[in-house]
C-alpha cells in the first residue's frame, strides 16, 4: 500500500509540475499571440505569393490579349473615320481651289480689291469698367489719341467684338459696348448674309432691328459685321442669334458672361464721302457737251419748208 501511494504521489507530483509548465507555456504565448500572429501571416504571404504571381500569369496574360483585341479594333474603326474624313476633307480643299482660281479672275476681270477691310495692324490696351459715366454700358481703356486712337475704331476681345471708341483722350478712351442702349451697327448672318441693325437697349441680348420679312433669319446664326454702315469693318464676330418670340431675334454676344481684361483696337479708316473741294477741281478741266437751254430752242425760227418730207 505504501509503495503505491507513493507512486501515486509521484504521478500526481508530476501532473501538477507539467500542468504549471503548459500554463506558464500558454501564458506566455496569449502575450505574443497578435506579434506572433502578424509575424505567421507576413511569413505565409512572403511564401504564397511567389506561387500566386505564377498563377495569375495565365490569367494577366488573357486579360492584356482582350484588351489588345478591342485596341486593334477601336483603332481600326478609328483608322477608318479618319479615312473617310481625309478622302472628304480633300474634295473640299479641290472645290476651294476651284474656287479660289475662279474668285481671282474675277477679281482680275472686275478690278477688285482682294484684300479684307480688317486691318493687320492691332493697339493692345487694358479695359476697366466705368460707374460713374454718362452711358449704361460703358468702359474704359489706356489708350488714346497717343496711339493714335480715334472716334469708331472696333474693340475686340479673344472672343469678339466688344464696342467701338466714342470719345478719346490723350491717354484713355471711352468705349461704348454693344449692349448699351444707344449703340447701333450694322451686322448680317454667316449663313444667309442677311442684313439688319443690331440695337443695345441695355440688357445683355441686344436685339435685331430692321428685320425684313423675308430676310432668312434663324436661330443659332453666326452674327458678324456686315460693314454696310460704313464705320466697322466687315466680318467681326459678335454673337449668336436666339429666337425670343416669333420673327423677333435677339443676339447672344460673344463676350458675354466673360471677364474682359485686355483688348485690342483696330485702326480701322472708314468709308469717306468725297470732298466737294476736291470733286469740284477734278470736274474744272473735264469737257462738257453743248447743251442747248430749252429757252434757248424756242427762240429758234423753224423753216417751214425744212418741216416738209
Given at each position: 500500500m505504501f509503495g503505491s501511494?507513493?507512486?501515486?504521489?509521484?504521478?500526481?507530483?508530476?501532473?501538477?509540475?507539467?500542468?504549471?509548465?503548459?500554463?506558464?507555456?500558454?501564458?506566455?504565448?496569449?502575450?505574443?499571440?497578435?506579434?506572433?500572429?502578424?509575424?505567421t501571416q507576413t511569413?505565409?504571404?512572403?511564401?504564397?505569393?511567389?506561387?500566386?504571381?505564377?498563377?495569375?500569369k495565365p490569367l494577366r496574360s488573357a486579360e492584356n490579349l482582350m484588351a489588345g483585341f478591342k485596341d486593334r479594333s477601336r483603332a481600326v474603326e478609328e483608322n477608318?473615320?479618319?479615312?473617310e474624313e481625309l478622302y472628304r476633307l480633300r474634295e473640299e480643299k479641290?472645290?476651294?481651289?476651284?474656287?479660289?482660281?475662279?474668285?481671282?479672275?474675277?477679281?482680275?476681270?472686275?478690278?477688285?480689291?482682294?484684300?479684307?477691310?480688317?486691318?493687320?495692324?492691332?493697339?493692345?490696351?487694358?479695359?476697366?469698367?466705368?460707374i460713374e459715366g454718362p452711358f449704361v454700358?460703358?468702359?474704359l481703356i489706356n489708350a488714346g489719341r497717343n496711339k493714335g486712337l480715334k472716334k469708331g475704331h472696333p474693340v475686340m476681345t479673344v472672343d469678339g467684338l466688344y464696342g467701338h471708341v466714342l470719345r478719346t483722350g490723350s491717354r484713355s478712351s471711352r468705349v461704348l459696348l454693344l449692349g448699351d442702349?444707344?449703340?447701333?451697327?450694322?451686322?448680317?448672318?454667316?449663313?444667309?448674309?442677311?442684313?439688319?441693325?443690331?440695337?443695345?437697349?441695355?440688357?445683355?441680348?441686344?436685339?435685331?432691328?430692321?428685320?425684313?420679312?423675308?430676310?432668312?433669319?434663324?436661330?443659332?446664326?453666326?452674327?458678324v459685321t456686315s460693314g454696310d454702315d460704313g464705320v466697322l469693318p466687315q466680318g467681326l464676330p459678335v454673337g449668336t442669334v436666339k429666337e425670343k418670340s416669333a420673327r423677333q431675334f435677339v443676339v447672344g454676344l460673344n463676350t458675354l458672361d466673360k471677364n474682359i481684361d485686355w483688348v485690342w483696337v483696330?485702326?480701322?479708316?472708314?468709308?469717306?464721302a468725297p470732298d466737294e473741294?476736291?470733286?469740284?477741281?477734278?470736274?474744272?478741266?473735264?469737257?462738257?457737251?453743248?447743251?442747248?437751254?430749252?429757252?434757248?430752242?424756242?427762240?429758234?425760227?423753224?423753216?417751214?419748208?425744212?418741216?416738209?418730207?
Amino acid at each position: 500500500m505504501f509503495g503505491s501511494d507513493t507512486d501515486s504521489t509521484r504521478a500526481s507530483t508530476i501532473t501538477l509540475i507539467l500542468a504549471f509548465v503548459i500554463a506558464g507555456i500558454l501564458y506566455m504565448t496569449d502575450r505574443g499571440s497578435e506579434r506572433l500572429l502578424l509575424r505567421t501571416q507576413t511569413g505565409a504571404e512572403s511564401a504564397i505569393s511567389p506561387g500566386l504571381a505564377i498563377l495569375s500569369k495565365p490569367l494577366r496574360s488573357a486579360e492584356n490579349l482582350m484588351a489588345g483585341f478591342k485596341d486593334r479594333s477601336r483603332a481600326v474603326e478609328e483608322n477608318k473615320a479618319l479615312k473617310e474624313e481625309l478622302y472628304r476633307l480633300r474634295e473640299e480643299k479641290q472645290r476651294s481651289q476651284i474656287m479660289a482660281m475662279k474668285l481671282e479672275k474675277f477679281e482680275g476681270i472686275l478690278g477688285a480689291n482682294p484684300g479684307v477691310d480688317i486691318p493687320a495692324q492691332k493697339i493692345a490696351a487694358r479695359a476697366v469698367s466705368e460707374i460713374e459715366g454718362p452711358f449704361v454700358r460703358a468702359a474704359l481703356i489706356n489708350a488714346g489719341r497717343n496711339k493714335g486712337l480715334k472716334k469708331g475704331h472696333p474693340v475686340m476681345t479673344v472672343d469678339g467684338l466688344y464696342g467701338h471708341v466714342l470719345r478719346t483722350g490723350s491717354r484713355s478712351s471711352r468705349v461704348l459696348l454693344l449692349g448699351d442702349l444707344n449703340s447701333r451697327i450694322s451686322v448680317m448672318s454667316v449663313r444667309s448674309s442677311a442684313r439688319a441693325i443690331l440695337s443695345g437697349d441695355n440688357s445683355d441680348q441686344p436685339r435685331l432691328d430692321f428685320v425684313d420679312d423675308r430676310a432668312d433669319w434663324r436661330e443659332g446664326d453666326k452674327v458678324v459685321t456686315s460693314g454696310d454702315d460704313g464705320v466697322l469693318p466687315q466680318g467681326l464676330p459678335v454673337g449668336t442669334v436666339k429666337e425670343k418670340s416669333a420673327r423677333q431675334f435677339v443676339v447672344g454676344l460673344n463676350t458675354l458672361d466673360k471677364n474682359i481684361d485686355w483688348v485690342w483696337v483696330y485702326p480701322y479708316v472708314p468709308t469717306q464721302a468725297p470732298d466737294e473741294d476736291e470733286t469740284n477741281a477734278e470736274t474744272e478741266g473735264v469737257d462738257t457737251p453743248n447743251v442747248l437751254d430749252p429757252a434757248e430752242t424756242q427762240s429758234i425760227p423753224i423753216d417751214p419748208a425744212a418741216e416738209a418730207p
